[in-house]
C-alpha cells in the first residue's frame, strides 16, 4: 500500500510540477519547432540598423627622417637641415551614427594623429568629418559629417541590461573588406586589462572581430547599439573569439559631453586610490569573494574623506550595482554623471554600511604653472608643472601626490639625456625641497657646479648626482 501511495505521489508531482515546467522551458529557449523556425534569419534586422555604421577613413602626414641627419660629413654639405620626405599613412576602422545631424562614435585610436577623416556610408557616399571631442585613455572619439542631412541612425541602449549570454551582432569593416556582420553572445562582463590605457570595463563577446572593426557596433536583438567594438585577443592578428566592446552607456556620456561642446572629457574626482581585493583582505572582511575596490588611500579635503570613507574599507557596490574591481568602480562613478551624487556600499570588518559622494570635477590647486627649463643645467629641456588633483588625473598618476612633476621631456635635450621621464616628481635639490615650478626655477639660476636631485618614480625614490 505504502508503494501505490509513493507511485501516486510521484505520478502527481510530475503531473502538477515536472510537466509545466518543462514546458516552460522549453517555452523560453524557443527552440526551432518547424522548418520555418529552423530559417529565421538576422537579415530583417540586419536591414533595418546596418545603414548606420559607416567606414571611417584617417590619413595622416608623416615625416620621415634622412638616414644622413646627424651626420657630420654629409651636414657639411648639405647643412644642419638633411633633406627629409614626408608620406601619407592612412588608416582604416568603423563608426556608428548616433544622431540623425550625423554625430559618429568611434575609436580614439582609428583617427588618432589624422589631418584628414572621410566617412564613407553603406550607400557607397563619402563625406568629409571634423573632431569634436576625443580621449585617449578611454579610447573614444565623437566625428560630426560636414553636411545638412538627415542620417540612419543606430538608438543606444542600456548596457547594464547586457547579461551573458544574450546574442549580438558586430558591424564594421573587417580588413577593409567591406560591411561585415558577424553574430556571436555575450560572453563575460567587466572585463579589465585589455588594453594599455585606464579603461577596464569591457563587454567580450565571441563575435568575430578583426583589425578594420574597431569604431564599428555591437548591437543587441533590438537593434540597439550596446557596445562599440575596440579591441581582440590574438596572438596571430585575427579573431579568436575574444573581443571587447566599450558599453554604450560610457558612450552615452562620452557623446553628452561632446554635445555640449566640451573639449576634453572630464571624470569624476572622488580624492581616493584603491587596489583590487586580494583573498586575504576579503577573508578578513568577511567576504564572500575577492571582488570589490579596497581603499589604500584617502586625500584630505576630498570627496571621498568628506564621505567618512577610510583606508582599509572595500566599496563593494555603486548605486546598488555591484563593483567586480578598482577599474569598475571607475565606470561606474563615470557613468553616474557630474553633478550627481553617488551611494557607495562599503565593507569592513564590522558590516557594510552605505555612503554618499559628490561626484564633481577634480580641482586644479595649486595652479599648474607650467614652465619650461632652459638655461646651462642638466634640467634643461624638462617642463615642469605644480601637481594638482587635476593634473594628476589628466596624468593617470595617483591622487594623493603632489609637488613638482614633469609633464614632458624635450628630444636631445640635456634632460632627455640624463634619463628624465614624464610623471618624475622633482623633490628637492641639492637638500632643499622644491615645493613649487617658481622654486626650482629660481634655484637653478645659481650654477653650484654640482647638482644632487631625488625624484619619485612609480612610488619608488631616485638620487641622482650631475656636474
Same mark, same amino acid.
Request: glycine share 12%; hydrophobic share 45%; charged share 20%.
Given at each position: 500500500?505504502?508503494?501505490s501511495?509513493?507511485?501516486i505521489?510521484a505520478?502527481?508531482f510530475?503531473l502538477?510540477?515536472?510537466q509545466?515546467?518543462a514546458a516552460y ?13 529552423v530559417q ?9 540598423t546596418?545603414g548606420?555604421?559607416v ?6 602626414v ?9 651626420d657630420?660629413f654629409?651636414e657639411?654639405?648639405f647643412g ?5 620626405r *614626408?608620406?601619407?599613412?592612412s588608416?582604416?576602422?568603423s563608426g556608428v ?9 568611434t575609436?580614439n585610436h582609428v ?9 564613407a ?15 585617449e585613455?578611454?579610447d573614444?572619439a565623437?566625428?560630426k559629417i560636414?553636411a545638412s ?7 543606444i541602449?542600456?548596457?547594464d541590461a ?7 551582432l ?9 560591411q *561585415?556582420v *558577424?553574430?556571436?553572445i555575450?560572453?563575460?562582463?567587466a ?12 563587454i567580450q563577446t565571441?563575435a ?6 574597431s ?9 540597439e547599439l550596446?557596445g562599440?567594438?575596440t579591441a ?8 579568436n573569439g575574444i573581443?571587447?566592446a566599450?558599453?554604450?552607456?560610457l558612450?552615452k556620456?562620452f557623446l ?10 572630464e ?8 587596489e ?8 578578513a ?6 571582488? &570589490? ?9 576630498g ?7 577610510e ?5 563593494v ?8 574591481h578598482?577599474?569598475?568602480? &571607475?565606470?561606474?562613478?563615470t557613468?553616474a554623471?557630474l ?5 557607495l556600499?562599503?565593507?569592513q570588518?564590522?558590516?557594510?554600511r ?6 564633481d570635477?577634480?580641482?586644479e ?6 614652465r619650461?627649463?632652459e ?5 634643461a629641456g624638462?617642463?615642469?608643472?605644480n ?14 601626490k603632489?609637488?613638482?612633476?614633469v ?5 636631445g635635450?640635456?634632460a ?8 618624475d616628481?622633482?623633490?628637492s635639490?641639492?637638500g632643499?625641497?622644491v615645493d613649487?615650478?617658481k622654486?626650482?626655477e629660481?634655484?637653478l639660476?645659481?650654477?653650484p657646479?654640482?647638482w ?8 619608488q625614490?631616485i ?5
Amino acid at each position: 500500500m505504502l508503494g501505490s501511495v509513493k507511485s501516486i505521489s510521484a505520478a502527481l508531482f510530475a503531473l502538477l510540477f515536472l510537466q509545466p515546467m518543462a514546458a516552460y522551458a522549453q517555452e523560453q529557449k524557443a527552440v526551432p519547432r518547424s522548418q520555418a523556425e529552423v530559417q529565421l534569419s538576422f537579415a530583417p534586422l540586419v536591414k533595418q540598423t546596418a545603414g548606420a555604421v559607416v567606414n571611417v577613413y584617417a590619413e595622416r602626414v608623416v615625416q620621415r627622417l634622412s638616414p644622413f641627419a646627424g651626420d657630420p660629413f654629409f651636414e657639411q654639405f648639405f647643412g644642419q637641415r638633411m633633406p627629409n620626405r *614626408t608620406e601619407k599613412q592612412s588608416s582604416l576602422g568603423s563608426g556608428v551614427i548616433v544622431s540623425a545631424g550625423g554625430l559618429i562614435v568611434t575609436n580614439n585610436h582609428v583617427i588618432e594623429g589624422a589631418d584628414d577623416i572621410k566617412i564613407a556610408l553603406a550607400d557607397g557616399r563619402e563625406f568629409a568629418s571634423e573632431v569634436l571631442l576625443k580621449d585617449e585613455s578611454l579610447d573614444l572619439a565623437v566625428l560630426k559629417i560636414a553636411a545638412s542631412e538627415n542620417f540612419p541612425v543606430l538608438p543606444i541602449g542600456d548596457s547594464d541590461a547586457v547579461e551573458v549570454g544574450d546574442l549580438v551582432l558586430a558591424v564594421g569593416n573587417p580588413f577593409g573588406v567591406g560591411q *561585415t556582420v *558577424t553574430s556571436g553572445i555575450v560572453s563575460g562582463l567587466a572585463r579589465n586589462q585589455v588594453t594599455p590605457g585606464d579603461f577596464g570595463f569591457f563587454i567580450q563577446t565571441d563575435a568575430s572581430i578583426n583589425p578594420g572593426n574597431s569604431g564599428g557596433a555591437l548591437m543587441n536583438m533590438n537593434g540597439e547599439l550596446i557596445g562599440i567594438n575596440t579591441a581582440i585577443f590574438s596572438r596571430g592578428g585575427g579573431s579568436n573569439g575574444i573581443g571587447f566592446a566599450i558599453p554604450a552607456n560610457l558612450v552615452k556620456v562620452f557623446l553628452a559631453a561632446a554635445e555640449k561642446g566640451d573639449k576634453t572629457f572630464e571624470r569624476p574626482y572622488i580624492g581616493a586610490s584603491f587596489e583590487p581585493v586580494t583573498s586575504d583582505v576579503a577573508e578578513a572582511l568577511g567576504l564572500k569573494a575577492a571582488r &570589490g575596490a579596497l581603499v589604500v588611500g584617502v586625500v584630505d579635503g576630498g570627496p571621498a574623506a568628506a564621505a567618512g570613507l577610510e583606508p582599509g574599507e572595500v566599496i563593494v557596490a555603486v548605486n546598488g550595482i555591484e563593483v567586480e574591481h578598482p577599474d569598475a568602480l &571607475g565606470y561606474r562613478l563615470t557613468t553616474a554623471g557630474l553633478g550627481h551624487e553617488a551611494v557607495l556600499t562599503v565593507q569592513q570588518s564590522e558590516g557594510t554600511r552605505q555612503l554618499t559622494i559628490a561626484l564633481d570635477v577634480a580641482p586644479e590647486k595649486p595652479a599648474r604653472d607650467e614652465r619650461l627649463i632652459e638655461g646651462r643645467n642638466p634640467f634643461a629641456g624638462l617642463r615642469v608643472a605644480n601637481l594638482s588633483p587635476r593634473l594628476a588625473t589628466e596624468l593617470r598618476m595617483p591622487a594623493d601626490k603632489a609637488g613638482v612633476v614633469v609633464v614632458d621631456v624635450s628630444r636631445g635635450s640635456p634632460a632627455g639625456r640624463l634619463g628624465f621621464q614624464p610623471k618624475d616628481i622633482v623633490i628637492s635639490l641639492n637638500g632643499i625641497a622644491v615645493d613649487s615650478t617658481k622654486t626650482m626655477e629660481a634655484m637653478l639660476d645659481d650654477d653650484p657646479g654640482f647638482w644632487r636631485v631625488e625624484i619619485e618614480r612609480d612610488g619608488q625614490r631616485i638620487r641622482q648626482f650631475f656636474r
